[in-house]
């Protein structure tokens, strides 16, 4: 993916251009009307359904191995221009949120540090009070893991940054399995699967008590506090919250992962389910899995958005793009990772092996320690007879194979081509939106919202200015009635 303008390309969504890139006053030239409202639904004739819309939003990855560090226009993955110029390009590109990964700890293997990873973030809740002062309508989203942290504190950090950007923040939930994690907090080790998700339900339920628990003030006034008591299984907390209700009610919830536990925990309680899924047809199975969830909780289809995280390379001709991709993911997996990409299916320590060589001529060993407190991949057994199959076929390497089969390039093609499979899969109900992911920091984002986001315009499927204030107005989202 390059930047700039290619031939006859649109030149930007149709919208005023970004804010002046030296003033700290809030964010774009207006946009239109002020007043709070669901997002715009497209343009129709009268007596034509609306046409459902695309929401999108914007990815600063994480601890992880997106980044294409060898790009020449890569910059710094800590400064805050960098996070700034993602940002701004995002809400000139009328994003619904901005979305900031984080991770707990360095990601290690044989005692180095993984080579491709990011070290030294800032942490995501800071970077995102400085982003609200240099934007106006964008939401701000930050991954804030449920299993190492405390409902008072983070709910009282959530309502602040929700105050501060008058209406525009959001929690992505994680959990972590992840024993190196534990090892950086009180709690050393890790918790089993069911006690991840018990915990993160009731971390979220008892951060919207806290939220809800100021009494609203007459005609407009501030309210004030009073009591709340909480005793449950993971938490018993009581006292008085410190912070007025958040503007939005409750900031945007949002929760991370697609497994059975993930997919019922965000049906009971998420606004937006971040997941994963490469094909149209898995993308519509998992769409109506999670939206048929919806009903045994007193929820509507439109309660919850399901937005996957998406990659994307560009190019005047599709064989152009395909080439890019290519390259692309070559730097993204470099021997290092693919060593741990196959010890997590063999789960044997293979760091004496040639990532240049063949794969493994042993057998995975499913019930494995090595990779306890990691990811794991599923049927070990199938996915090594899989990649084996792959490896014969083309005659690859265990690097190569490791490529070839973790490829993360959700859209490839001309800037037309990927407009159309964004539309489709929000036109057939395969998602509502996308969370995009460039490979590129800070401008991965640039050549998308200048050549792909003016087709989409075009479409009537995305919108041509912001018609609300908060994140939930963008995301057609209603305020959550006050409880208790």
């Given at each position: 993916m390059t930047?700039?303008?290619?031939?006859?390309?649109?030149?930007?969504?149709?919208?005023?251009?970004?804010?002046?890139?030296?003033?700290?006053?809030?964010?774009?030239?207006?946009?239109?009307?002020?007043t709070p409202g669901p997002p715009a639904r497209g343009s129709r004739t009268a007596g034509s359904p609306a046409r459902k819309q695309i929401h999108l939003a914007a990815h600063f990855p994480g601890v992880n191995n997106t980044t294409v560090w060898a790009d020449p226009r890569s910059r710094s993955q800590i400064e805050f221009s960098s996070f700034e110029h993602l940002a701004r390009t995002a809400e000139r590109g009328l994003f619904d949120f901005f979305f900031l990964a984080e991770g707990l700890r360095l990601r290690e293997h044989k005692g180095r540090i993984h080579d491709l990873d990011v070290v030294g973030r800032p942490e995501s809740l800071t970077v995102l009070s400085a982003l609200a002062?240099?934007?106006?309508?964008?939401?701000?989203?930050a991954t804030v893991n449920a299993t190492f942290n405390e409902p008072y504190e983070l709910?009282?950090?959530?309502?602040?940054?929700?105050?501060?950007?008058?209406?525009?923040?959001?929690?992505?939930?994680?959990?972590?399995?992840?024993?190196?994690t534990g090892e950086n907090f009180r709690r050393g080790g890790f918790l089993d699967r069911a006690d991840r998700y018990t915990r993160a339900a009731e971390f979220v339920a008892t951060a919207r008590e806290l939220w809800d628990s100021w009494t609203p003030g007459a005609d407009g006034a501030p309210g004030g506090p009073r009591p709340f008591a909480h005793s449950g299984r993971?938490?018993?907390?009581?006292?008085e919250f410190g912070v007025d209700r958040p503007p939005q009610g409750h900031p945007v919830v949002i929760q991370a992962g697609d497994s059975p536990e993930g997919r019922e925990f965000a049906a009971s309680a998420a606004d937006v389910i971040f997941t994963r899924h490469g094909?149209?047809?898995?993308?519509?199975?998992?769409?109506?899995?999670?939206?048929?969830?919806?009903?045994?909780?007193g929820r509507g289809p439109e309660d919850l958005k399901i937005m996957p995280g998406v990659t994307f390379v560009l190019g005047d001709?599709?064989?152009?793009?395909?080439?890019?991709?290519?390259?692309?993911?070559?730097?993204?997996?470099?021997?290092?990772?693919?060593?741990?990409?196959?010890e997590q299916v063999w789960g044997v320590d293979l760091s004496a092996y040639d990532p240049d060589g063949p794969l493994p001529d042993i057998d995975p060993d499913p019930e494995s320690?090595?990779?306890?407190?990691?990811?794991?991949?599923?049927?070990?057994?199938?996915?090594?007879?899989?990649?084996?199959a792959l490896s014969r076929a083309k005659g690859l390497s265990l690097h190569q194979t490791v490529?070839?089969?973790?490829?993360?390039?959700?859209?490839?093609?001309?800037?037309?081509?990927?407009?159309e499979q964004l539309d489709e899969f929000v036109r057939t109900d395969a998602a509502d939106g996308f969370i995009l992911v460039p490979h590129l920091t800070p401008g991965g984002l640039d050549e998308f919202v200048e050549r792909v986001v003016p087709l989409l315009q075009e479409r009537g499927a995305f919108r041509t200015e912001y018609e609300g204030a908060t994140l939930r107005s963008h995301l057609g989202l209603s305020e959550p009635a006050r409880k208790g």
């Open positions: 930047s700039g303008t290619h031939g006859s390309a649109p030149q930007g969504p149709r919208t005023p251009g970004p804010p002046a890139q030296g003033s700290r006053t809030p964010g774009p030239p207006a946009q239109g009307s002020r002062a240099v934007t106006d309508r964008l939401g701000l989203a709910a009282r950090r959530l309502a602040s940054l929700d105050h501060l950007s008058g209406g525009r923040a959001a929690w992505n939930v994680v959990t972590s399995s992840d024993a190196f993971h938490f018993a907390i009581s006292g094909t149209l047809e898995a993308g519509r199975a998992f769409y109506a899995d999670v939206k048929g969830r919806l009903a045994r909780y001709t599709a064989a152009e793009a395909q080439e890019r991709a290519t390259e692309i993911r070559r730097q993204q997996v470099s021997p290092q990772n693919a060593l741990l990409a196959a320690t090595l990779v306890q407190g990691r990811v794991r991949v599923g049927d070990v057994l199938a996915v090594a007879e899989k990649w084996r490529i070839e089969t973790t490829a993360r390039q959700s859209f490839i093609g001309t800037p037309a081509a990927v407009a």
